[in-house]
């Protein structure tokens, strides 16, 4: 069978080959041609290793021998490894784990990788498929699909969270033990476990793969391709080309932004995927996709410190100044939008993609690691007074711890970029050395707290090529390189490389010092919505230590009379002026705020504004005082001795937190059902504490004692926020009782709302 793309090229009269030799324009080093010297990256890689050193290999291999039919060697760890996206995290360890033992040769992490290798074998050879999985219940779902009888939404296939992601996990996890660390059996390994997903497929028409990519997949694709790039089996080529989401990847292809409103990290996979198909096709089709889909992202979706989304989903293109809050920008969203953005600088070696890369690397990857635990980050909030909330050790093993352990073992794989032997690009300024054709030089910066940036030929015999330095976008004025003491003409500008051609030796120097100073970004949808930056450092606002209280009163910006922010740049704290209300204040980079509560986004408003705010906030007090004096009953959702004392119960309740507050959303088909204290004969409000969630359109209806009081939508209610609705509860409804037993259930086949509390009050006066 011939592959879609070999058939596309073989029309043209192109061989796919000879394309595919041509995708790459400027290739990445090997891990182990580049090695970090001291510096903040090499510290969060230090704890990450630390980290992957404590880890057991057999707890993480627990449910793969269970399914196997064999004893398991130690308990399962918890999180999401005790739950049904088990597995997921043995293969980011075995990634993580390749990529250390590429740039340290320790011994102890080459150990541990080879043992999972080998357990993954002896999982294999006890089972007559190749299946290797530690999914619970995963075999009677699979053999439903494989008939089939598919059963799909967006994160549950048959049963199964998620299948096609942990296989992905795993099979990459695999190809890299392979690839980057040398085990030659984890390869054998992939090909059994791949071969079994060919035949699981292998009588689906077109119908039952749409069907069944309703769930999300991860980034199979990407690693069914990386293993036809390492076998030439053309079988694994041709099974990656069927993961194709219709409703999504049509859209893109067609030049329409079909991923608004959709779950952010469930469709970049899916482009890192193509993207590694072009590379092996030289199908053009797969790189205008993956490319419109990086604009589209980075135009359209992203926030200052390089993230994306809010609660998991994207919004509507250029919306986002409403879209603030403790579950902005999920960690493993911009770990595939770096591992996209670095494929689309091969085909095209241009500076902006790099600039994305830089602040994205240095504002939300490296603040999402602890550096106190090593722990890292589900989400990195962006509202106004949050703070992180960090993995523990040995529970949360959620999607971003997984890629977390990949993040901090990797950050010297962009700094340098090479086309041949004819030129090398100096991307990011990370101190780090670099050997290539038998050269080595050296980067000494200690960069973002100083500008200044020195490259050393440390050794071997001269050479000619051109070395091309970033001229990043943020760093407006032109800067002089200096090759020995002496300036050496360059032409550019921001978001450019600056080239010098000349024959290179043992003992050159190249000097340059780059220009940093304090900017804004605004918000595309509100220029009045803005950050704080210094040179690629998005700056925040000190809110003081995470253990305190939420600020109410949040910074803002009234006059734009004189520096609104100044400070001394060699330590990175600088400190707001009297054009920012409050004055005083201390801002830091971003990715040292790991253990404080912060403000990211300033409003400017005139001074009636603010002295409106304030207002605002003091008549929230009183209207809350006022609330609490008439409140004779109340449940507090989410807290479990509220819920059990007011007989709380429900059914598709979906469970989440906002701004350091509980909410339960009724999905379709559910209801919410509790008991509350009646002032008998009294006329009483319900007051209801919604929390705005834009992924839903909420249709519901609320009834007391079997009566409905109300039929409600929620149209024009506050967004992304929580706010309160009263409802008048007639006399006749507490007649004679004593309790009142209240339901909240959406109209059939419709979504409910999202409540944080209920209380029973009285009436006003």
């Known amino acids: ?429 990370i101190p780090s050395e670099l050997t290539w054709y038998g050269q080595t030089v050296r980067q000494e910066t200690k960069f973002p707290y100083d500008g200044t940036v020195t490259l050393t030929i440390v050794k071997g015999a001269p050479r000619a090529y051109e070395l091309a330095i970033r001229w990043p976008k943020w760093a407006k004025e032109t800067f002089p390189i200096r090759v020995n003491g002496v300036v050496v003409p360059t032409k550019g500008s921001p978001s450019s490389y600056l080239s010098i051609n000349r024959t290179w030796k043992a003992g050159d120097k190249v000097q340059f010092q780059l220009p940093m100073e304090v900017g804004q970004a605004s918000m595309p949808d509100n220029p009045s919505r803005l950050a704080f930056t210094f040179g690629p450092l998005v700056l925040a606002a000190d809110m003081g230590p995470r253990s305190a209280s939420k600020p109410e009163l949040f910074p803002a910006i009234v006059s734009d009379e004189g520096p609104l922010v100044t400070g001394d740049p060699s330590d990175l704290e600088f400190v707001t002026q009297q054009g920012i209300q409050p004055p005083g204040m201390i801002l830091r980079p971003f990715f040292k705020m790991a253990d404080r509560r912060y403000s990211v986004y300033f409003d400017k408003l005139t001074a009636t504004e603010w002295k409106a705010r304030q207002q605002a906030l003091e008549a929230e007090h009183l209207r809350i005082q006022d609330l609490n004096a008439r409140t004779f009953d109340s449940i507090q959702i989410g807290d479990i001795s509220s819920e059990t004392k007011h007989k709380f119960r429900g059914q598709k309740l979906d469970r989440r937190e906002s701004d350091e507050r509980v909410y339960k959303s009724i999905l379709a088909d559910g209801y919410m059902e509790f008991e509350m204290k009646s002032q008998e004969s009294r006329t009483m409000l319900l007051v209801v504490t919604y929390f705005g969630n834009e992924r839903l359109r909420p249709d519901f209806s609320i009834s007391v004692v079997g009566s409905k009081l109300k039929d409600e939508k929620l149209i024009g209610a506050p967004k992304n926020t929580y706010f309160d609705i009263s409802y008048r509860i007639p006399l006749e409804f507490s007649e004679g009782n004593s309790s009142l037993k209240i339901q909240i259930a959406p109209t059939p086949g419709r979504s409910g709302p999202s409540i944080a509390a209920i209380r029973l009050v009285r009436m006003p006066g």
């Not at 939008?337 to 095209?348: P, S, Y």
């Open 1 to 429: 069978m011939v592959s879609k793309s070999a058939i596309a090229l073989a029309l043209c009269g192109v061989s796919a080959m000879s394309l595919a030799q041509k995708t790459v324009k400027a290739a990445p080093f090997t891990l182990d041609a580049v090695h970090l010297l001291p510096s903040p990256w090499l510290s969060a890689e230090k704890i990450c290793t630390d980290y992957l050193s404590k880890l057991d290999p057999d707890r993480l291999l627990h449910n793969f021998r269970e399914n196997a039919g064999l004893k398991p060697k130690a308990d399962r760890y918890g999180g999401w490894e005790s739950e049904g996206l088990a597995g997921h995290t043995l293969g980011h360890y075995l990634t993580a784990a390749s990529q250390v033992y590429a740039s340290t040769h320790r011994a102890d992490i080459k150990k541990k990788i080879d043992y999972i290798v080998s357990e993954l074998e002896e999982c294999q050879k006890n089972r007559p498929d190749g299946y290797i999985s530690a999914i619970p219940e995963g075999d009677k779902a699979w053999n439903e699909v494989r008939s089939g009888d598919i059963r799909a939404s967006a994160f549950n296939l048959n049963g199964m969270w998620s299948p096609w992601y942990t296989n992905h996990k795993v099979l990459m996890g695999l190809i890299d033990a392979y690839k980057i660390s040398g085990n030659k059996e984890a390869l054998v390994v992939a090909t059994k476990f791949a071969d079994w997903m060919i035949e699981l497929t292998r009588r689906f028409d077109d119908e039952k793969w749409q069907q069944m990519l309703v769930c999300e997949y991860g980034g199979i694709n990407e690693a069914l391709t990386e293993l036809y790039a390492q076998t030439k089996k053309q079988k694994y080529l041709e099974l990656a080309e069927k993961f194709w989401d219709k409703p999504v990847l049509d859209g893109l292809d067609q030049g329409i932004d079909s991923v608004a409103g959709k779950h952010s990290n469930t469709q970049i996979p899916k482009l890192i995927g193509l993207a590694r198909i072009y590379e092996q096709t030289g199908n053009l089709k797969y790189l205008k996709d993956a490319k419109f889909f990086w604009y589209t992202m980075i135009k359209h979706h992203t926030y200052a410190i390089g993230g994306n989304s809010l609660d998991e989903y994207l919004g509507q293109p250029d919306q986002l100044s409403e879209r603030l809050s403790d579950t902005t920008c999920e960690t493993c969203n911009t770990y595939n939008m770096l591992k996209l953005t670095r494929h689309l600088f091969e085909w095209e070696p241009r500076a902006e993609y790099m600039d994305y890369y830089e602040q994205a690397l240095i504002n939300h990857i490296l603040g999402s690691q602890d550096p106190s635990t090593g722990g890292v980050t589900y989400f990195m909030p962006l509202g106004n007074g949050n703070f992180r909330k960090y993995s523990s050790e040995f529970e949360d093993f959620t999607c971003c711890r997984g890629t977390g352990l990949e993040n901090h073992t990797k950050y010297q794989d962009s700094i340098y970029f090479h086309k041949n032997e004819s030129k090398l690009f100096v991307n990011l300024f």
